[in-house]
């Protein structure tokens, strides 16, 4: 009996073949959307795991500011779980070209360890010193080639590189992410790895190794742990594993770090203090010189002014003695003349003795008259002559003295000068010992800021979690994940609808055989049997090839999509099957399919069988509450009249199609809208955010005079029309878990900045203006840090924390700009700002301007580079193309299941009514009449159908924006008009497509049926 | 008086596979304008499939059907569906009211398709059913039914009524009824009407009775004398 049972079946089975078909498709969909999407992050991750684990990648990396040594390695080594260690450095370089380009440099001492290992792209790995290989992307980005120099600049030196190779690094698998750089303008371009030997003078300053008393030194370690290799990187039991690790090197390396930092400073420290007191003593010895001097001078300066005092009073004595002598001689005229009177006395004697000598000469001698007043006379001259004898000896005497005194004035003199040169001399000898012990003293307290500013080892410990490109990568397996409830669900819903309407059709159908198996004698639950059976046969059958090929395809493409769009890496996809989810595909399906099965069939057969062998009287004709309208009823033709009737007469039918198509329209509003979403971002950021042309860059940072003339040189050109000098600086924001990198942009002085850029405000559609009190971010970032107007954040520019309050929010798409007003920039950074870019808008763009600016760029000496919008929102454009596939997808997926609902629903429809459709052919209706007369159904509720699927696609829309979105990006999340349009005329044209098709069964349907009785 | 259908050695074969089956083996008899025709026959003698041919839903396999002086054994589907939309009207065993529709919402959807209609309300007064127009089939009885699609069949204005069965799923004094109001709407319409059925005693109502027996005429004869249907007993 049973096999008979079975036969009849299968033999159900083949007659019901559009139904089986329905039923099929639809729960296949819904099963490999389920079980694709669920399946999708596993993929991914496991995909990624795989690809990582195949470079080996790091688990930890270390980077220390005060560099690692070989002990401080062994120290590391000690600790059982790490199992390699790759000793290297990195260290931030610039690209010298014409326009410097800022990027992370790597050495390692060997390229064959067995950690984060370099996938080659194209070429080699470096043999040699000066050979260098390079970031994939910048090939992509720069158009580097094999074979091409560069020159590695940094503080401490520069070398040049010959490019060998271009790699993909497991630190950088996300390709937009490559972080920021001290150095240049903050943009990281991109890595470069090269080997330790004869490089390592471009890391550190020779200071660091006399500091740290060695010869080698690293300060990025890459660490791989023991076991690893068996885990997943994206499984929280790794993460639990790295961390503990982590914590135990921290504890063991940081300890170290301070003693050698307490070590280092205590011997800098106790070479200052030698330094001091050698000082200090200076000091005293200088201090007492000065004084003796002093003391020396003064006396010596004091017995001078003794001798002069000396010298003074013989003076004012000879003046005396001199005054007193003129006196004398005054009186000593008389004895003169009294001289000259016995001389003429004697004269005249004399003269007349010659005249009269008898008078004179009595016997030959003189008359004693003459003899005596000669004796007398004489006598008079002698004393007179000695009185003069005496004077003259006073005379001479009083010369002496005068002639002595003289001398020792000349002495004084000569003693005053020489003790002026002294004193001079002396004073130059103090002052370059002052210097000198100035010199010292600067010295010393230079020694001390050193000190302070030797670095405090600041130890790095960088896990996964670290690595921007995986955290993104586990991000957005994140988002799938939350996308995979979404879409299925609707499949779901739908399937259960299909399911039921199928399976009350076709119960409907066999009424008078059911009736007749249970007048046979069969038990209602044998009857009721063969149609979970049925159910249960085609669900797990569909569901079974569902997984297939959900997995096989869906995964597949999300994976294809995102690392070919985002993640610059070739890791080839793992397929795996994960049973748990297999499973619950499976129970989820067969539980709604046999589940709606059970419930039809249980409603409809529960009547006994002397029931089910009538017919079952035909639904009741009801009036609508349209009718109520009158106004409106009596206006509609009849044909309408008659289509909203029966629109309301099978309100399971009516809700599934609603259900149905307005699924298909979201579906394609959801893929549409995204791709207007991602492709708005170039529009919207490069034409109405950034409404400048192009920006050039300063060969340095420039004062705003300086600037302001650069500006107006470049508007003296024609191509230009308006010119506004910015500064632009890479820099960090404070998040909640993770920093956030940004651009602070700080225009040059606020007025024409309008003309450039154009920030709005996305809510409230009001202009945001810049202004001293605070600082302007984007909506993604107010979003990140969940912050609002007037809130403060913290940002770090160069190294320099600052607290700023937010004043505005504005809406840009892609990246975070921060804008500051000069002032503000100015007030925080207590420093004069400069400026080293600009903005330039041009009146007309096209080949000759650019390339005539182009030429003035390059020529110039103050401007390095420009870049057009342009250029920059088509390297965009590129980067998104592969959405469009994902609109393709999308509409496949609307199309399949507006096709599974809408083949379903007329299929039954046309069934239900066949005797309807025969009758009216038999009145007379012309084909196209019948066609109108039923699908004009379908058309109506396509069209209701497709309104309520853009509300619903709008809501889809919101969530798989939101779910895709990165943390850099904000797609434009408003659904643009002909997304909407286009949903719903492709939802029209698939309803047509279907009706088109579905003429050939109302053609099939017998008039003669219209004879027969009603089923 | 004129022939208005006139079946000219009429065959119609149903192919099954490698068998042949004749539910027509060459039947001819004429009618003429105005006339009530009672086509009787037991089960499978081929009455279905001859109003099949009249009616314009099926084509004959061989002869000619004329009809009002055109052969619709000729005609391709569309002048068939023209046929059938101008010239016939139907009355089925099973009324074949479309439930979703009010009896004169039923009527009028023949009505919209026809080029010369009566006026629905009109002809459901005709056949009393003036009261009952609002009504959804399901809120009428079988006799009402019925009438409904006599209404919906006379309101096209045919020239022939075709009737299966029409009292088929109905009472006894409800079928009489039924065949009372053809007959009075083929006086007052000058309709020809053809009535398939298989009770025998219809028969003295026709004006023209046509007997079927194996896809064939076993006997067409017309009555002297109709008898009122009130007369007649089954």
């Known amino acids: 009996m049973k096999n008979k049972f079975a036969l009849n079946q299968l033999r159900i089975l083949r007659k019901t073949k559009s139904r089986f078909i329905s039923i099929f498709v639809i729960v296949f969909l819904g099963a490999s959307f389920f079980a694709g999407l669920r399946h999708t992050p596993f993929i991914m991750q496991h995909s990624m795991n795989s690809y990582l684990q195949e470079y080996e990648v790091q688990d930890l990396n270390l980077i220390s500011t005060l560099a690692f040594s070989d002990d401080d390695i062994k120290v590391i080594l000690a600790n059982e779980q790490v199992s390699n260690i790759d000793k290297g450095n990195v260290f931030d370089a610039l690209i010298v070209e014409e326009d410097s380009k800022g990027v992370s440099v790597y050495t390692s001492e060997t390229f064959d360890s067995n950690v984060s290992q370099l996938e080659i792209n194209e070429g080699r790995l470096p043999k040699l010193d000066n050979e260098c290989v390079m970031d994939y992307q910048m090939m992509h980005n720069f158009g580097y080639e094999l074979g091409d120099e560069i020159t590695l600049e940094t503080a401490q030196g520069s070398k040049a590189f010959n490019i060998v190779g271009f790699v993909s690094d497991t630190r950088f698998i996300a390709s937009l992410e490559r972080g920021s750089n001290s150095l240049g303008d903050g943009v990281n371009n991109g890595f470069v790895h090269i080997l330790s030997e004869e490089n390592t003078h471009l890391i550190y300053p020779d200071t660091l190794y006399e500091l740290r008393e060695e010869d080698v030194l690293y300060n990025d370690l890459r660490i791989r742990l023991h076991g690893t290799e068996e885990m997943s990187l994206f499984s929280e039991e790794y993460l639990k594993y790295v961390e503990t690790v982590e914590y135990e090197l921290n504890l063991v390396l940081s300890e170290r770090f301070i003693d050698l930092y307490d070590s280092i400073v205590e011997d800098a420290n106790a070479e200052i203090d030698t330094y001091l007191r050698e000082y200090d003593e200076g000091e005293l010895l200088y201090t007492n010189n000065l004084l003796d001097f002093n003391n020396e001078i003064n006396n010596a300066k004091l017995e001078l002014l003794n001798a002069k005092e000396i010298l003074v009073a013989n003076q004012s004595k000879l003046l005396e003695a001199q005054q007193l002598m003129g006196d004398e001689l005054a009186g000593r005229t008389n004895e003169i003349g009294q001289l000259q009177a016995n001389i003429k006395e004697l004269q005249e004697i004399l003269n007349a003795l010659l005249e009269n000598p008898e008078d004179v000469i009595i016997d030959g001698d003189l008359s004693d008259e003459y003899q005596e007043s000669i004796d007398e006379i004489l006598g008079d001259a002698q004393t007179t002559l000695d009185n003069l004898q005496i004077m003259l000896a006073h005379v001479m005497s009083l010369q002496e003295v005068n002639i002595q005194l003289e001398k020792a004035q000349l002495e004084l003199e000569l003693a005053e000068t020489e003790l002026s040169k002294n004193e001079l001399l002396a004073d130059q000898e103090f002052e370059l010992a002052r210097e000198e012990l100035e010199l010292a003293y600067s010295q010393i307290t230079q020694a001390q800021q050193d000190v302070a500013s030797i670095p405090t080892g600041e130890l790095y410990i960088l896990s996964r979690n670290e690595n921007i490109g995986i955290m993104s990568f586990a991000a957005n397996t994140d988002s799938i994940d939350a996308l995979s409830l979404v879409f299925p669900l609707m499949f779901f819903l739908v399937a259960a609808l299909v399911t039921l309407t199928s399976m009350t059709r076709m119960i409907e159908e066999q009424r008078l055989q059911n009736g007749t198996m249970r007048a046979l004698g069969y038990d209602k639950k044998d009857v009721i049997m063969q149609y979970v059976v049925y159910s249960f046969f085609v669900t797990f059958v569909a569901t079974l090839l569902g997984i297939f090929f959900g997995v096989y395809f869906f995964a597949w493409l999300i994976y294809f999509l995102y690392t070919s769009i985002l993640y610059g890496v070739s890791a080839p996809i793992q397929y795996q099957f994960d049973l748990w989810i297999c499973l619950q595909t499976l129970f989820i399906s067969v539980v709604i399919t046999m589940g709606v099965s059970l419930f039809v069939s249980y409603t409809e057969l529960k009547s006994t069988p002397a029931e089910l062998l009538r017919p079952k009287a035909p639904k009741m004709g009801k009036r609508i509450f349209i009718e109520k309208i009158t106004w409106l009823w009596k206006r509609l033709s009849f044909n309408q009249k008659v289509t909203l009737r029966n629109l309301f007469r099978y309100k399971k039918r009516f809700l599934m199609l609603i259900i149905g198509i307005g699924g298909c329209t979201a579906l394609m509003v959801a893929g549409f809208g995204l791709r207007n979403s991602i492709d708005g971002v170039v529009s919207r950021q490069y034409g109405e955010v950034w409404t400048y042309d192009g920006i050039v860059s300063f060969d340095d940072n420039y004062t705003a005079e300086k600037s302001e003339e650069i500006e107006k040189e470049l508007l003296e050109r024609s191509e230009i029309d308006e010119v506004k000098s910015f500064y632009q600086q890479m820099i960090m924001i404070d998040g909640e878990e993770t920093n956030h990198q940004g651009v602070l942009v700080v225009p040059n002085q606020m007025t024409g900045l309008d003309d450039m850029i154009h920030l709005e405000n996305g809510t409230t559609k009001e202009e945001v203006q810049l202004s001293d009190d605070g600082i302007v971010i984007n909506q993604k970032l107010s979003e990140i840090l969940g912050v609002e107007v007037n809130d403060s954040i913290t940002i770090t520019i160069q190294n320099k924390k600052y607290e700023v309050e937010v004043q505005g929010i504005y809406d840009i798409y892609y990246m975070h700009y921060i804008f500051m007003s000069d002032t503000l920039y100015e007030e925080l950074s207590e420093s004069e700002i400069s400026f080293n870019k600009a903005f330039i808008k041009l009146p007309k763009i096209n080949e000759t301007t650019m390339n005539s600016i182009d030429n003035y760029v390059s020529e110039s000496e103050t401007l390095t580079s420009i870049t057009y919008s342009q250029s920059n929102a088509d390297d965009f454009v590129k980067q998104v193309e592969g959405v469009n596939s994902v609109v393709v997808i999308l509409v496949v997926c609307a199309a399949a299941l507006a096709f599974v609902v809408l083949y379903n629903l007329t299929n039954i429809n046309i069934q239900e009514r066949k005797s309807e459709i025969a009758t009216i052919k038999v009145l007379g209706f012309y084909p196209r009449e019948v066609y109108d007369y039923i699908f004009r159904e379908n058309i109506l509720l396509a069209i209701l159908g497709s309104i309520v699927g853009c509300f619903f696609g709008y809501l889809l829309h919101g969530f798989v924006i939101r779910s895709v979105e990165l943390e850099m990006t904000m797609f434009v999340r408003e659904l643009n008009l002909a997304s909407y349009v286009c949903s719903i005329l492709l939802t029209l044209v698939f309803t047509l497509l279907i009706n088109f098709a579905m003429r050939s069964s109302l053609k099939k349907i017998d008039m003669v049926e219209s004879l027969k009785s009603v089923e | ?234």
């Open chain 2, 1 to 234: 008086m004129d022939t208005f259908i006139q079946f000219k050695n009429v065959k119609k074969v149903y192919q099954k596979g490698d068998v042949e089956t004749y539910a027509l083996s060459g039947v001819d008899f004429e009618v003429n304008k105005g006339e009530f025709v009672v086509i009787v026959g037991p089960s499978g003698a081929g009455k279905t499939t001859l109003l099949n041919l009249l009616g314009g839903m099926d084509s004959a396999s061989e002869g000619s059907i004329i009809v009002n002086g055109s052969n619709i054994a000729g005609y391709d589907e569309k002048q068939l569906t023209k046929y059938r939309r101008d010239d016939i009207g139907f009355v089925f065993q099973f009324y074949n009211l479309v439930q979703n529709l009010t009896a004169l919402e039923n009527v009028e959807l023949a009505l919209q398709i026809s080029k010369d209609p009566l006026d629905a309300e009109m002809v459901l007064e005709r056949v009393d059913l003036a009261q009952r127009m609002h009504h959804f089939p399901s809120q009428l009885s079988g006799g009402e039914q019925q009438r409904v699609a006599i209404a919906r069949a006379i309101a096209k204005n045919p020239q022939l009524l075709l009737c299966d069965e029409p009292t088929g799923a109905l009472d006894y004094q409800t079928g009489k009824a039924i065949l009372a109001l053809l007959k009075e709407m083929c006086n007052k319409y000058n309709m020809s009407i053809l009535i398939i059925t298989h009770n025998g005693a219809l028969a003295d109502m026709a004006d023209r009775v046509i007997h079927l027996k194996n896809g064939k005429v076993a006997q067409s004869y017309k009555n002297k004398v109709v008898k009122p249907i009130e007369e007649i007993e089954w």
